[in-house]
């Protein structure tokens, strides 16, 4: 694809343009950490692109922690706003591909999370400096965006190499199109470099690779396995709550006749038990377990990619000190 070169005081007035349409959402760091700030024409934060992922994972985008999805004796008001997420990463727009396969191209149509979707701007940006917790290159992914996004950016010395990936991304740039400038040999080599440099780092990081059949090992696994791996738990559900690809949700009636649906999670011991009482998963290594073959056998059975995206958010939330990555590799 094509890329432009914008210059580095060119990105605020271009998010103030966007400002005009969507609400935007941009990394900054707060307590250390990269996180999610709404951007507001008085903003005076600064966007983070060289931090990995944000804290909290992209899902609350599109997938609401709670939220009404009925009414019984009147019509359901839902005032879904066009939004821009930016600088979202590649690992979370693999989480994004795999909601797309629960709530767009399954059997049932998701017409909130539809009309979300449809609805928001992904601005993707490269990581130049992956940290510990992150394996993405271990499930086949790159620390750089070349699909899933509508736009990505690759900071450089005295800008930004951006680049369209779908014709939402190319139509920003036309619409804004004094700004760009065409890129510099020297602005690819940068981004070249760069990129080469954050995938070294996640191979010294990751030194070994999970077997093939990762799927099927999963699978078959003794139950003594998760037993000894489950041991360090509390039961927290951390890992489940901040995890970019979990989308099991529960719902319940309200007095005021309104369907809500919140997010539910396979570690809690009621998350299978049905009227009367009946629990097919009532001890915690079962749950444990179901975590595991949920993500890497089911959802590959079905979609042919894992529902686990390396982004390791659910290693660096872990009370417990469990890291799933040393458990996969040990199937
Ligand atoms: S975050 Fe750690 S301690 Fe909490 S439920 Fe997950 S594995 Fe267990
Ligand atoms: S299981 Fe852990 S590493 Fe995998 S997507 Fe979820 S939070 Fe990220
Ligand atoms: S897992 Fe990969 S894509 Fe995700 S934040 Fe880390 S380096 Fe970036």
């Not at 939004?83 to 399954?106: H, N, P, T």
């Amino acid at each position: 694809m094509e890329t432009y070169f914008l210059p580095l005081d060119k990105f605020v007035p271009l998010l103030l343009r966007l400002i005009e349409k969507y609400e935007v959402f941009i990394p900054t760091i707060e307590q250390e950490r990269p996180h999610f700030h709404r951007f507001s024409s008085e903003d005076t934060s600064t966007i983070s692109f060289e931090h990995i992922r944000t804290v909290e994972p992209v899902k609350h985008f599109l997938f609401k922690p709670i939220e009404s999805v009925a009414s019984f004796d009147k019509p359901l008001e839902k005032g879904i706003k066009p939004q821009a997420i930016v600088g979202i990463k590649r690992c979370d727009l693999k989480a994004i591909e795999v909601y797309d396969k629960v709530f767009l191209d399954s059997e049932f149509v998701d017409p909130f999370y539809k009309k979300r979707r449809e609805t928001t701007i992904l601005i993707s940006a490269d990581c130049p400096q992956p940290e510990p917790t992150c394996f993405c290159n271990l499930l086949g992914l790159n620390p750089w965006v070349d699909e899933g996004a509508d736009l990505n950016v690759t900071p450089v010395r005295s800008g930004y190499v951006i680049e369209p990936l779908s014709p939402k991304g190319e139509a920003i740039i036309e619409e804004n199109k004094i700004w760009f400038e065409n890129t510099s040999p020297e602005d690819l080599e940068q981004r070249e470099a760069s990129r080469k440099k954050a995938l070294d780092k996640l191979k010294e990081i990751n030194p070994d690779r999970f077997k093939e059949d990762l799927y099927e090992r999963v699978n078959v696994n003794e139950q003594k396995f998760c037993l000894s791996e489950a041991s360090g738990c509390v039961e927290c559900c951390g890992c489940l709550m901040c995890c970019p690809t979990c989308y099991c949700f529960l719902l319940y009636d309200e007095p005021s006749n309104e369907r809500v649906r919140i997010w539910d999670a396979c570690y809690y011991a009621a998350y299978a038990r049905v009227g009367g009482g009946a629990n097919p998963m009532p001890d915690f290594t079962s749950r444990f377990k179901n975590r595991f073959e949920c993500k890497f056998n089911y959802f590959y059975k079905y979609h042919g990619f894992f529902a686990c995206t390396g982004c390791g958010r659910c290693i660096s939330g872990c009370m417990g000190k469990i890291d799933i990555r040393k458990i996969l590799l040990k199937l």
